[in-house]
């Protein structure tokens, strides 16, 4: 690949000195930064520090209640900063464009596809017509949307994430632009669409002769794009070099952090996950208040054996059971991880058909499970993985009594959960809880966390209520006084913690936790994982962890389903499924990871 | 399943809109009958006797008896209600228990009235809204915009009849460029039809345009922050030209919404708009028929302004629709 030494000479983009702050704060501290012509360079950092900005100030669309300064300046145009917008309109989406995170909303949905895409071109190159049309239909092509002329007519609401990213994309490079800015553009997509579309992008990029400047939380994803890194932390840069001399040789405490926390790499002696605090102490933890380093204050941390130990007793006897690929087994579908004493949690070819009668006949039916059967023994962590559309959400709705199966039985402990009244349920709403994947949407936003965390409590008194509460919280390693405060008032990681203690208030014999860490930054999702290892262990939980990270779950549980389409493909011990996958469709998703080391 | 999701969906576009209009056109035609229903069972079946109500405490129980026989209104009340329901249908809406004439005339002269006053009254407020809510938007943080905001705010505390009170006192009676009042047919004059429409139809108008323009404000707020339009900017529109191509579309939707829950506001504030000004509308006839207790003529008006009220919700949907692509699948 390029040596990034090659390109200095031939600078493309140079930031210096960029500040950016509001009237009170400074979010970005005197940012350096160059591109040379067909350079692709990685911009890492976690949310919050800064690395968005530096794109947007680049591209000169700033919210305007940001105050910026410095230099910023392209190869031919000079300074940007400060440059009409009239000047600026002119530049991007000719010599720079960009690419944004969510496919979803970043079309206008009442536009065809086509005439968005038309739009650029006309703009910048002025052809019309016939002319035009062509160019669309060839750019649609050259992102391999499939059926370009369909793609065309159609609304964004039409097309699946995957394809609206690569419209995007499309859209961006379709004035062979000198640089192309992306900003977390696979975040959104599942790891096999992930993988085509970063792909798609290098080809693209390398075809056009464009730099490339990629933000990213991600490492794995950069290190399969970009030549030189830069990583980013507090509005600061705080290393930067080649890909493979930062990440097999880092300088900076932090960068050494984040490239065990994105890892899920542990502790030699605890088997515990590095967290970037444990890894990189600066002394200065400047995210969310008290937010880093507070896994370590979790207790009985003292008892931590190796990660394996623990998980032996329950997984030692798990097989590797693998459906056929045959699409036609429905009739029979196998009872996964299938135990002869008693299991905690019973599920026996569970369906769920969703769909509606028209007014007017024409209902759609979309079948969403396709016959699941699988057993949980006391003591499992039980790992499912699948991409988005899967079933696995629904699959844990009904396992938590939310949502109705079409046909099939579910037992916890023995009891039927299936076809029952809110009111007999209520035994199972204190042995199952669960922790779900927005910490900013699950919280309700008027509650004291007091109020949030002691809801399910029934019938205590005030001073319980409280003494509970504030034991709960010193565990799930958050200050007592925490309790009075409202969500708002915590990060995304302090939230989880308070969404894991409300689970925990009820004493629940199974945790359900669905895309837990998925919504958090690598750091903190190493502390949370440590977290919820612990809070396994001295409750005696049984955990079902529904996740589409595979690594997560490799790391969080003992055994792991994988589902497709509604059903379960493949299940077994987490190290002989990912080390030896049976089924393709595993094979494929491991394959599309991305990975830190080559 | 991706390529699947376009293959399917993009040919059957023309379908996907005829299919929803004519789900809507049932939906309409089902509230109606549900609507006549409500109206004839509150008029017929809460207490108080129809032809008791009509001739008063002391008519002889004979009296009662042979107007109840002269109207129908012996008949078991299903067969009333289908009897009424058909009239209503074909257009006849039965025989004025006061004048004796065919009610039908008489609301359809006032229909013609009061739909010109509204349609005048909806029409000032949008063309005040959408341009004062859209600049109130885009200079949100500049004097002007603020004012904007201020003046409609103050315009949505006003009452109906007070706006007309006003308007009156300064424009007529102050001034007297305009006529206090009263009601000429555009067939007969149309200078004089327009300068008595002028002043009910801005007070209607300017009290629902500053409720719409707020909503209209919030709407191009919303849309300003959406992500397509950061996209817009970074392809090298103009914001200007972004807001215009791509923001003021999507900002409809949510407007043309609220404009039919105006609208209806808007009928029930012209009742009020017609009693100030002396306007011979539906307004007028409804508090003319309920002083006669007239209750065979309240059921046709009413009945009529609920076919009008849930028609303009129709057609609003019907709009939307059309405006935007996601509304059309079944889904």
């Known amino acids: 690949m390029n040596d990034a030494d090659a390109h200095s000479s031939a600078g493309l983009l140079e930031i210096s000195g960029l500040e950016i702050g509001t009237s009170s704060t400074r979010l970005v501290h005197g940012v350096d930064l160059q591109i040379g012509r067909g350079e692709r360079v990685g911009l890492i950092g976690e949310s919050g520090s800064g690395k968005s900005l530096t794109l947007l100030a680049a591209m000169g669309l700033l919210p ?71 160019q669309v239909l060839e750019l649609l092509d050259s992102v391999k949307v499939p059926d370009p002329a369909r793609a065309e007519r159609a609304y964004p609401h039409e097309l699946s994430g995957g394809q609206r990213q690569r419209i995007v994309l499309a859209m961006a490079m379709a004035n062979q632009p000198d640089l192309l800015l992306a900003d977390e553009p696979t975040t959104a997509l599942d790891v096999t669409v992930q993988k085509q579309v970063l792909e798609l992008m290098g080809d693209q990029v390398r075809q056009a ?60 002696q605890t088997g515990r996950l590095m967290t970037v605090g444990a890894v990189g102490q600066e002394g200065r933890q400047q995210g969310g208040p008290g937010q880093s380093g507070l896994g370590q204050t979790g207790p009985q941390q003292e008892q931590t054996g190796p990660q394996q130990e623990q998980a032996g007793p329950a997984s030692g006897a798990a097989p ?101 009244k809110e009111r007999q349920l209520r035994w199972l709403r204190e042995a199952v809880q669960i922790v779900f994947q927005d910490p900013m949407g699950s919280l309700d936003p008027r509650m004291r966390i007091e109020d949030v965390v002691a809801e399910p409590l029934r019938g205590a008194s005030r001073e319980e209520r409280r003494s509970r509460v504030e034991a709960l919280l010193e565990e799930v390693g958050l200050p007592r006084r925490a309790a009075d405060r409202c969500p708002h008032e915590f990060s995304g990681g302090q939230r989880q913690r308070i969404a894991i203690a ?48 595979l690594q997560v779950v490799r790391h969080a549980c003992d055994t792991v389903a994988v589902m497709n389409a509604g059903q379960i493909v493949e299940c077994g011990p987490a190290d002989v499924l990912f080390a030896q996958p049976q089924h393709s469709y595993t094979a494929s998703l491991l394959e599309s990871i991305p990975r830190v080391a080559g | 399943m991706s390529t699947a999701a376009v293959s399917s969906a993009a040919p059957r576009k023309g379908a996907d809109v005829t299919m929803t209009v004519l789900r809507r056109i049932g939906v309409f035609a089902l509230t109606v009958w549900v609507a006549s229903l409500v109206v004839f069972t509150l008029l017929n079946v809460l207490p108080g006797d129809m032809a008791r109500a009509q001739l008063g405490m002391n008519a002889t129980d004979a009296d ?24 209503f249908l074909t257009g006849d809406m039965g025989i ?59 315009g949505i ?45 801005l007070a209607l108008g300017l009290v629902r345009g500053a409720i719409l323009s707020r909503y209209t404000r919030a709407a191009v707020l919303d849309v300003m922050r959406d992500d397509f339009m950061r996209t817009a900017r970074a392809k090298g529109l103009m914001p200007g030209a972004a807001l215009r191509r791509h923001g003021l579309r999507n900002a409809l939707v949510p407007v043309v919404t609220v404009t039919s829950v105006e609208f209806s506001a808007l009928v029930i504030g012209a009742v009020v708009i017609e009693t100030v000004f002396v306007i011979p509308g539906l307004g007028s006839l409804l508090m003319r028929a309920v002083d006669n207790r007239d209750l065979i003529q309240v059921q046709g008006i009413v009945m009529c302004v609920v076919v009008l009220v849930l028609l303009v919700n129709l057609l609003v949907d019907i709009t939307r629709t059309l405006i935007d692509p996601r509304l059309r699948s079944a889904r």
């Open chain 1, 64 to 134: 305007e209640n940001l105050k910026v300064s410095g230099s910023v300046r392209l190869d031919g145009e000079g300074e940007l900063l400060g440059a009409s917008e009239r000047r600026m309109a002119s530049v991007r989406g000719s010599r720079m464009s960009m690419v944004f995170q969510e496919p979803m909303t970043a079309l206008n949905p009442l536009m065809r596809v086509g005439e968005q895409i038309a739009e650029i071109i006309r703009l910048h190159q002025g052809v019309k017509g016939q002319p035009l049309q062509t």
């Open chain 1, 209 to 268: 002769g464009s730099s490339l400047l990629f933000i990213t939380h991600d490492l794995g994803v950069v290190a399969s794009i970009c030549d030189r890194v830069l990583i980013m932390r507090h509005g600061r840069i705080v290393e930067s070099g080649p890909l493979q001399t930062v990440f097999s040789d880092p300088q900076h405490p932090y960068t050494r952090g984040l490239l065990a926390a994105s890892a899920l790499e542990t502790d030699q």
């Open chain 1, 320 to 420: 590797h059971e693998v459906s056929s690929e045959e699409p036609q087994t429905f009739d029979q579908a196998a009872i996964f991880n299938q135990t002869d004493a008693e299991p905690l949690l019973a599920v026996r070819e569970v369906r769920r058909t969703y769909g509606r009668a028209g007014l007017f006949g024409g209902g759609r039916q979309v079948q969403a499970l396709r016959g699941v059967s699988f057993d949980v023994r006391a003591g499992q962590r039980f790992g499912i993985v699948g991409e988005s559309g899967c079933g696995k959400s629904t699959l844990l709705r009904i396992l938590t009594g939310l949502d109705e199966a079409t046909s099939g039985s579910v037992e916890v402990s023995g009891q039927e959960i299936l076809g029952k």
């Open chain 1, 502 to 549: 409300r689970a925990l208030i009820t004493r629940p014999k199974i945790l359900m936790a669905d895309e837990a860490v998925s919504a958090l930054d690598v750091s903190v999702r190493a502390q949370v994982l440590n977290l919820l290892d612990d809070l396994v262990r001295d409750y005696d939980l049984t955990m079902l962890f529904v996740s589409h990270d």
């Open chain 2, 64 to 87: 009662v008896a042979s107007f109840r026989a002269e109207h129908g209104l012996d008949r078991p009340l299903p067969v009333q209600y289908f009897d009424w329901i058909t009239g």
């Open chain 2, 96 to 154: 004025s228990y006061s004048s004796r004439a065919p009610v039908a005339p008489q609301v359809f002269d006032a229909l013609q009235v009061s739909l010109i006053l509204v349609g005048a009254g909806i029409l000032i407020a949008v063309l005040i809204a959408l341009p004062l809510g859209t600049l109130a938007a885009v200079r949100q943080n500049k004097p002007d915009g603020v004012l904007l905001s201020a003046v409609s705010q103050a």
């Open chain 2, 157 to 201: 505390a006003i009452p109906n009849f007070l706006a007309g009170l006003l308007l009156i006192s300064i424009f007529a009676v102050g001034l007297g460029w305009m006529p206090s009042g009263g009601w000429t047919a555009p067939a007969e004059g149309f200078g004089d039809f327009l300068r008595q429409l002028a002043l009910p139809a």
